[in-house]
């Protein structure tokens, strides 16, 4: 799809009706739209937002949020009995080449009483069929088709803001992005559904013992359990997010006193917490590793004891020679049937010998007990052999989980020193704000402890849930009745592996597709040539930076260099999606200083040359130089100006 036209009527600061028309040049496919910090670029990403989706994401301020969608000069105006609405029209042409047109909009009135009421929104989608502008039943299958909700952020962002992308811990922000751009919902929901199905299967089967009974009771409250931690982690998630989001507030307010003692002390300390996040993670990296050496070897070392004894046992056993020999029936049948013992003494007739012989019959089930023990002794001791490698593989990761934890204090002893000093000068409201960044702080450290906490129990359960299927499955077994519900967990177990793994090879396939897109543009864009030189991604989708001294330099990146591995990363995620949708960037080059702009600006038309893109930005950012660079792919531009008397902004 490209975008043709945008009409806005009351939306915002936009009063009456206002329109952009974008350029549709294959060439020019560049539209340059400037404005100065509140004329009302941003709400040019609501505007669009809110049609498609019914979404308004994008605000400077929380001022800005809590006003409402109908322009503040209309809704004054507005008289008693009076009616009024606020519209945003899209308007283009689908990947078929015909037009197409999506509406919303919601009306306002006021009673004879002078009540203000908003009523429902809105929403149309209508398409050239034949030579009319037909409505389409169905306008949010249209924009999946077009551009799913999942996959719009990496198409319609806010430049400035993805600085903020990399400032923390970054793995779940990743992770998420590539699950978005993956679209293997309808294979998630396939796993999902045949893994409660399975269930489901397991525990029809009940009273036939009191062991199965106590399995499916076990896996009935580990499968609760996970299911309410999985939603409490949730919860923590949007509160620590809220959190961060705060204290990013602070930061930017504490940046910009001009006091020079806090200036430094909050690039200190920007610095410190870069290099606290990127510890953090490989303490949360070095934890999980632990936590999979465990899980994989948990049968092993709980049931360390047992094994033991179940050996001592056995040897005990073999020593004095209690063991039963290792006679199969059929062999001791054909001697009698033959009546020729294996040492050629006749057994043909009745007699001691032939006795003997038979005697042993009665004691064949115990000589296959006796295959039995052996086998299971060598498991045994293979098994016991495993444990050792897994101890010193533990010891390692105790060495450098400590050594990590060091740092971590280290990091945090300075980063309590630096919030000592900023609260020590004599400004009132850069204390208030320190001690209340003080506060987000700690309870940011707080809730990334409880998260830890809770992935950690997670991992546990879904662990010990296993176990306790598997257990169940072989109680299963021991009954005949069972036997068509054991063939069918194992068709579903074998469907099930095949899924996940096909899950995993999907998403491993687009992550290093990810990472080595990502690694090309940001080296591309990258002013820094010779101090970068690797880009990854790893399977627990940590982004990681890496210099020509091969060290990890995410947290330490400036806030520029943020951007444009943000800039990067989106790129490569919006190429990975296959969707030709529009390209809209808010504030694209805010916080990028003077040469590397303009460097950015060159490239930009080259990564971007197949999609219709518009740029949003200040005339700090659309310098001439830049300007100049730009002018090549350039099909259309506008000013912005608000005029606050009027409430209202105009496109020139």
């Not at 525990?203 to 199965?212: A, H, L, M, N």
């Given at each position: 799809m490209i975008i043709t036209t945008l009409e806005l009527e009351n939306y915002r600061p936009y009063r009456d009706t206002q329109a952009i028309n974008f350029s549709t040049d294959e060439e020019k496919n560049f539209t340059v739209i400037e404005g100065v910090n509140?004329?009302?670029?941003?709400?040019?990403?609501?505007?669009?937002?809110?049609?498609?989706?019914?979404?308004?994401?994008?605000?400077?301020?929380?001022?800005?949020?809590?006003?409402?969608?109908?322009?503040?000069h209309v809704r004054s105006n507005l008289g008693n009995g009076q009616r009024t609405k606020a519209r945003v029209t899209l308007k283009g042409k689908d990947t078929d080449g015909k037009a197409i047109q999506f509406e919303r909009s919601v009306v306002f009135h006021k009673d004879q009483h002078g009540n203000f009421f908003e009523e429902a929104p809105e929403f149309y989608c209508f398409k050239m069929l034949g030579k009319d502008m037909e409505p389409i039943s169905s306008p949010g299958f249209m924009i999946n088709r077009i551009l799913p909700e999942g996959v719009r952020n990496f198409f319609i962002f806010d430049g400035e803001k993805l600085d903020e992308f990399f400032r923390e811990e970054n793995?779940?922000?990743?992770?998420?992005?590539?699950?978005?751009?993956?679209?293997?919902?309808?294979?998630?929901?396939?796993?999902?559904?045949?893994?409660?199905?399975?269930?489901?299967?397991?525990?029809?089967?009940?009273?036939?013992?009191?062991?199965?009974?106590?399995?499916?009771?076990?896996?009935?409250?580990?499968?609760?359990?996970i299911e309410t931690m999985k939603q409490e982690k949730i919860g923590k998630e949007k509160d620590l997010e809220e959190v961060r989001k705060k204290v990013r507030e602070l930061d930017d307010k504490l940046r910009k006193t001009d006091v020079q003692a806090v200036t430094k002390s909050q690039t200190d300390r920007d610095s410190l917490a870069g290099l606290?996040?990127?510890?953090?993670?490989?303490?949360?990296?070095?934890?999980?590793?632990?936590?999979?050496?465990?899980?994989?070897?948990?049968?092993?070392?709980?049931?360390?004891?047992?094994?033991?004894?179940?050996?001592?046992?056995?040897?005990?056993k073999r020593t004095k020679g209690e063991l039963p020999p290792r006679i199969r029936r059929t062999f001791v049948s054909e001697l009698l049937e033959n009546g020729e013992c294996i040492c050629g003494t006749d057994i043909s007739k009745d007699g001691e010998r032939r006795k003997k012989i038979s005697q042993l019959i009665k004691e064949i089930d115990l000589s296959e007990i006796s295959e039995y023990i052996n086998d299971g002794n060598y498991e045994l001791k293979n098994t016991l052999d495993k444990i050792i490698p897994v101890q010193q593989e533990l010891d390692e990761a105790g060495k450098r989980l400590t050594e990590l934890e060091g740092r971590e204090k280290k990091y945090k002893e300075q980063l309590a020193e630096l919030s000592a000093s900023l609260k020590g000068l004599n400004i009132e409201e850069i204390r208030n704000n320190e001690f209340l960044r003080e506060q987000y702080e700690s309870q940011r450290e707080s809730l990334s402890g409880e998260i830890s906490v809770l992935q950690t129990k997670i991992t546990t359960a879904t662990g010990n849930l296993d176990l306790a299927r598997k257990e169940l499955e072989v109680e299963i077994k021991k009954s005949d009745r069972n036997a068509g519900v054991a063939i069918q967990i194992k068709v579903g177990e074998d469907a099930l592996d095949l899924l996940r793994n096909s899950r995993k090879n999907s998403i491993d396939k687009i992550r290093m597709t990810i990472e080595e897109k990502t690694k090309k543009y940001f080296l591309s864009l990258i002013w820094k040539k010779e101090t970068y030189t690797e880009v990854t991604i790893d399977e627990n989708y940590n982004m990681s930076v890496i210099n020509s001294l091969g060290s990890e330099c995410l947290g330490t990146l400036s806030a520029g260099e943020r951007q444009v591995l943000a800039l990067s990363f989106m790129a490569a995620l919006r190429e990975v999606s296959g969707f030709e949708a529009p390209i809209i960037i808010d504030t694209p080059l805010g916080r990028i200083s003077k040469a590397p702009k303009e460097k950015i600006a060159e490239l930009l038309p080259k990564y971007l040359k197949k999609s219709q893109v518009t740029l949003l930005v200040t005339d700090e950012e659309y310098t001439p130089p830049v300007k100049q660079k730009l002018s090549k792919s350039v099909g259309k531009e506008?000013?912005?100006?608000?005029?606050?008397?009027?409430?209202?902004?105009?496109v020139r």
């Open positions: 509140g004329a009302g670029k941003t709400q040019i990403l609501n505007a669009i937002t809110w049609c498609l989706y019914g979404k308004e994401e994008h605000f400077r301020s929380e001022k800005d949020k809590k006003r409402g969608i109908l322009n503040d793995a779940e922000k990743v992770k998420q992005a590539i699950s978005d751009v993956s679209q293997l919902t309808l294979l998630d929901a396939t796993i999902d559904h045949l893994e409660k199905t399975l269930d489901g299967i397991r525990t029809s089967i009940k009273g036939q013992t009191p062991q199965v009974d106590l399995l499916n009771e076990k896996i009935g409250l580990f499968s609760a359990s606290l996040s990127s510890t953090e993670n490989d303490i949360e990296r070095e934890n999980e590793h632990v936590r999979n050496i465990v899980i994989a070897a948990l049968p092993a070392l709980v049931c360390r004891d047992a094994i033991d004894f179940t050996l001592k046992k056995i040897g005990e506008y000013v912005l100006e608000y005029v606050e008397k009027e409430s209202k902004t105009y």
